[in-house]
């Protein structure tokens, strides 16, 4: 009888023990921060917080934001333009569902733009992938704004009358005023004129409520070329005037599909160009620098390309490892970005346009 007891009496007493070691435990977890704090503010202490340089560097290390990005979805185009710096190395083009779920990772890390480009983008479907990821980007996704560049030849008023509500910014190519000089491009495609085009699709931009950009590369055939008459009568939102860039692998070395070395020009020549259209209020120049870090590309396999070193160095894609883990390896710079004026008006909404 005594053993019963004197067991039960063990049992309880063990019990109790535990109780104690736990509520003891719980105490030391809450006070850990307190303590963390105390000792962190007391001099004597100062020696075991992390180094400013190093905290510093974690801050530097920490993932861009992606802003704004550029999706090439498509390499495949119908032009031949000698110094294209993403040509059709490859005919992939994601599934359409893949391509949404990467667009809304890219939201959900803090996009606002998207900018579709290739390649030509309306090779795909005839238009139609484009423009199922256009909507998908302003009407689920709600982006502040959605854009397409293109050479244009291939789009048709009925793709306006269809997706263009869902569209703030279409850009055409268009690098020269001389239609000899878009065939010496080569932007010559048999008996339609590029330029005839343009002024077609500026007509229904206006119709459809799109803002209108023209995207120029200056190059040796229209460096001495005055475009200040044409720009103004069609009076796009941006007029972009970038410098013939070569990256290699694409435009320029031994596995290339161009050879874009002929088409370059001097920083001096580029300059001289901007200055002759110094009084064009919509230009936006950029050059080979500022071309090359600040700009976020994805690939069509959804991977951000660094073109730091000249060439297109893919990180892993989106799909794979996540929006943070593959920006990381962009190279992309979000502070040339911001002075280069990346972030501007651009959705259509914001802008007072006279349509």
């Known amino acids: 009888m005594h053993l019963v007891m004197l067991g039960r009496l063990l049992s309880v007493g063990r019990a109790v023990l535990a109780a104690l070691r736990g509520r003891l435990s719980a105490l030391c977890w809450s006070l850990a921060p307190l303590s963390l704090s105390l000792s962190l503010s007391l001099p004597g202490w100062q020696r075991d917080s992390p180094p400013r340089r190093k905290r510093e560097q974690e801050w530097d290390d920490a993932s861009p934001t992606p802003t704004s990005v550029n999706y090439h979805f498509t390499r495949q185009c ?46 795909q479907d005839r238009g139609e992938f484009v423009g199922k990821l256009v909507q998908f980007c302003k009407q689920e996704l709600e982006l502040p704004s959605v854009s397409i560049v ?25 690098d020269s005023f001389d239609e000899d000089v878009n065939v010496l ?34 190059n040796r055939f229209n460096v001495e070329e005055d475009m200040n008459e044409q720009i103004k009568a069609l009076n796009p939102v941006r ?13 320029s070395g031994e596995d290339a599909l161009r050879e874009a070395e002929k088409f370059v020009i001097s920083d001096e020549d580029f300059e001289r160009f901007l200055d002759r259209h110094k009084d064009v209020s919509c230009l936006v120049p950029e ?6 870090d600040s700009y976020l590309i994805l690939d069509e396999y ?13 990180s892993k894609s989106i799909l794979d490892v996540g929006v943070e883990a593959a920006i ?17 008006v651009w959705s259509k909404a914001d802008m007072k346009l006279d349509w």
């Open 239 to 251: 007029w972009k005037v970038f410098q013939c860039l070569l990256i290699e692998g694409e435009n």
């Open 328 to 344: 990381k390896f962009s190279g992309f710079d979000e502070k040339m970005f911001l002075t280069r004026g990346g972030k501007y």
């Open 302 to 314: 959804m991977r951000f390309l660094n073109c730091r070193n000249g060439r297109k160095e893919p």
């Open 150 to 174: 293109s050479n244009g030849s291939l789009i048709r008023e009925r793709w306006f009358k269809k997706y263009g509500e869902y569209l703030d910014i279409l850009a055409i190519s268009c």
């Open 78 to 123: 119908n032009y031949k333009c000698g110094f294209c710096f993403h040509t059709a190395k490859t005919s992939f083009v994601l599934p359409l569902e893949e391509a949404k779920r990467g667009l809304a990772m890219l939201k959900e890390a803090g996009m606002e733009k998207i900018n579709f480009s290739g390649g030509e983008p309306f090779l």
């Open 287 to 292: 050059s080979n620098q500022k071309m090359r």
């Open 185 to 218: 491009i080569g932007r010559g495609q048999g008996k339609k004129n590029h330029v005839e085009n343009l002024h077609k699709l500026r007509q229904w931009c206006r119709e459809y409520a799109v803002a209108f950009k023209i995207n120029s590369v200056i």
